[in-house]
């Protein structure tokens, strides 16, 4: 098969593109392009030209697998160029996604037709990079430079009635009938002849640049591509004439494409989807069906795990042990749902529709007739036994029970059952509703279809799901133990909190090490004796300071949340730090990163090495959907790679931690 095939229907010459998955403009599909208008303009008899794919979607964009790779085949732009300045009219029939290369593609052709479920955008931005197409030129030129810089600013695509409403279709074709409603439209436009959008006015107003920055200021810190973006808008709206637009979008492009933080991004576009994958499993594995879920825990956890469900049309029961508690938590998920409906995510018969699916109960054995039963209780090794066993007399044969644990061992919690093969684990990350993680955690018995299912099942309710295998804390929080302990140990050679965090959050983490202590609560697993003062954090507990839970923990707190540092908390640690003979001396930044983020990106190698995450990609993605990792730095290990192996391993060396060998063998 021809990855672009002409064909004729009397006047009209077809050019059908054919390159699955989604059709990318591989060179192949551009020497299709350029041959077949070649085709097309040197016949006379023709008179337009329909440009239409084949499959689930127009042309979803470049090929981003090409990138970075020698270029073979037809330039982009000859092809673009050629399309516009064709002399017989061009017409795109759109369907599924016309994103990035594919909208620029789109462009270039005269005219446009969709059909309504299509949708049209430029996502490149979420690619760390800019439509280096002319998109960043065309667009304003034809939906003007508000939508297009929010277009281009934010990658989401619109609507196919939103692209009419804008002009950037001309018409909607009936849903099943876009072949024969384009042919139609393109005999009509011969009348109508070529409209090159070059040659159109861009109209708009500039401001919303500006707009945009100061509302997107926090969202993207860090980032270059926004606002690479908004230089081009500028440029186009500054500029009549389209080639000069065209050169300033061609060197904002080049420097993004040869920068790392698209790299990075790239790596994260293909590591998100490898991670789906599960090695030695068969592709055509018979799924298990899920079509009620039960959750065992209504507090923070469960109630979370539970609202990904029923927000998918998936019935859910949700059991505590008391009435009260029981309540509270189902208060909260209406609570959530309520709010979400204020801001317009959800209508009000939506968030009832989802609340009638949720079944509240006092009782286990109410999870008789569940699919997938996900145990969010206590983090303890005998509650999660009892519960377990529990279900293990209650479940219908088939059900997987899925226990939330952030850190256990699911194989001994496997082993309180009858039914080890059915128990696997579904870490979800805290909030449950809102963080995209979820570790799938492969327990030694577990079987492939449970697996599997589970993957599936994480998909579905919109969760990354990544597999990890059983050791203490999987792969995000073994990891994370690796920051935190450096990092409570800097405190005691006389860093403060403020200066580590204030590393974390300048590499572009959400928080630093305190400030997700404080959030999670100092209390969590604290013994709760406060004349046995062993840490740092026995000694806030010991003082009161719990986080942000009560005001005041490695921070203080005012009402609304907002961190100071606190002289309270510095003399305490300053007080358990003379106790322990270190001498004071000042910590650089520099050695901050080297002392709390190589050790994750050495831990990682170790996980690897013991074969408890697949790949090292699926640890970047834990790292990105799981804790903030910043994704324009592409994850630990490989933001390691660009660090380099034999600068972590020297560091490493130097700070007296044991270093992997594969890291070793790298450097
Ligand atoms: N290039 C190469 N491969 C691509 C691709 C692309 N543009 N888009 C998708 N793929 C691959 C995926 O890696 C995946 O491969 P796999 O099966 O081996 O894992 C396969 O196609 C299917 O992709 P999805 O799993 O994502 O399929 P969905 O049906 O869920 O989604 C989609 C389809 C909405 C098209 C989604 O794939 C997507 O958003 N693709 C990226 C679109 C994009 O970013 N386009 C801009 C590219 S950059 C560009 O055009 C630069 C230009 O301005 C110069």
């Given at each position: 098969m021809q990855s672009v095939t002409p064909s004729r229907d009397g006047e009209i010459l077809i050019l059908t593109v054919n390159n699955p998955p989604v059709n990318a403009l591989s060179w192949h599909v551009r020497d299709g392009l350029g041959d077949g208008l070649d085709v097309a303009l040197a016949d006379d008899g023709v008179k337009g030209v329909l440009l239409i794919c084949d499959?689930?979607?127009?042309?979803?964009?470049?090929?981003?697998?090409?990138?970075?790779k020698p270029a073979q085949g037809r330039n982009f732009l000859d092809v673009l160029d050629a399309f516009e300045k064709a002399s017989k009219p061009v017409v795109a029939a759109i369907h599924g996604t016309a994103l990035g290369g594919g909208l620029e593609t789109a462009l270039v052709c005269h005219y446009r037709i969709a059909v309504p479920s299509a949708k049209l955008g430029v996502p490149e931005v979420k690619l760390?990079?800019?439509?280096?197409?002319g998109g960043t030129q065309r667009l304003p030129r034809v939906v003007g430079i508000e939508q297009a810089a929010i277009m281009v600013a934010h990658g989401e695509p619109i609507s196919a009635a939103k692209a009419l409403d804008f002009g950037l279709i001309d018409a909607l074709a009936g849903e099943t009938t876009l072949a024969a409603d384009a042919l139609a439209f393109a005999k009509e436009c011969v009348a109508k002849g070529p409209r090159p959008t070059r040659d159109r006015p861009v109209t708009g107003e500039i401001a919303i640049v500006e707009k945009l920055k100061a509302e997107n200021a926090r969202k993207w810190k860090g980032f270059e591509a926004p606002y690479a973006n908004l230089r081009c808008i500028e440029a186009a709206a500054a500029n009549a004439n389209i080639d000069d637009g065209l050169k300033v979008e061609r060197e904002e492009f080049v420097k993004l494409m040869s920068g790392s933080q698209s790299a990075a991004q790239r790596h994260m576009f293909f590591a998100e989807r490898q991670a789906a994958k599960i090695d030695g499993l068969a592709k055509d594995i018979a799924l298990r069906d899920i079509k009620r879920v039960g959750v065992i825990g209504a507090g923070t956890m469960g109630g979370g795990i539970s609202m990904n469900f029923l927000s998918k049309g998936i019935p859910v029961t949700i059991v505590e042990m008391a009435q009260e508690n029981l309540d509270r938590g189902v208060g909260v998920i209406r609570k959530n749902y309520e709010n979400s409906a204020a801001k317009g995510r959800f209508t009000t018969e939506q968030v009832e529709g989802m609340m009638g699916i949720l079944t509240p109960s006092l009782s286990l054995d109410d999870l008789a007739d569940c699919d997938l039963v996900i145990e969010a209780v206590y983090e303890s090794m005998d509650v999660k036994k009892d519960v377990f066993g529990k279900l293990d007399g209650i479940c219908k044969a088939g059900a997987i029970l899925a226990s939330n644990t952030s850190y256990l061992d699911v194989d001994e919690i496997a082993a309180s059952t009858s039914r080890p093969q059915d128990v696997v684990g579904m870490h979800f990350f805290s909030p449950a509703n809102v963080m995209k993680l979820l570790e799938v955690v492969r327990g030694e018995k577990t079987a492939d279809d449970v697996l599997a299912t589970t993957m599936a099942i994480g998909k579905k309710i919109g969760k990354v799901a990544v597999v990890a295998g059983v050791c203490h804390g999987f792969i995000g929080n073994r990891m994370l133990s690796q920051r935190q302990i450096p990092a409570n140990q800097l405190l005691m050679e006389g860093a403060t909190p403020a200066q580590i965090d204030k590393v974390h959050t300048e590499f572009g983490m959400p928080m630093g090490p305190f400030q997700m202590s404080d959030l999670a609560g100092l209390d969590i697993g604290w013994h709760r004796d406060p004349t046995r003062i062993e840490t740092v954090r026995d000694a806030l507990c010991a003082a009161g300071r719990f986080g942000q839970k009560n005001g005041k923990g490695f921070y203080d707190y005012d009402e609304k949340r907002v961190a100071t540092p606190s002289a309270e908390a510095l003399a305490i640690i300053e007080e358990f730090r003379s106790k322990s003979n270190l001498a004071k001396r000042d910590i650089t930044d520099q050695e901050i990163i080297e002392r709390t983020l190589y050790p994750m990106v050495n831990e990682g190698y170790l996980i690897l090495e013991e074969g408890k995450a697949q790949r090292a990609s699926d640890i970047d993605v834990v790292w990105i959907y799981?804790?903030?990792?910043?994704i324009y730095r592409g994850g630990p290990m490989f933001w390691g790679d660009l660090e380099g192996a034999k600068k972590i391993v020297e560091a490493l060396d130097r700070h007296g931690v044991k270093v992997a060998d594969s890291l070793r063998a790298k450097a």
């Open positions: 499959g689930q979607t127009f042309i979803a964009g470049a090929d981003i697998s090409e990138f970075g760390g990079l800019l439509p280096g197409g799981g804790y903030g990792w910043p």
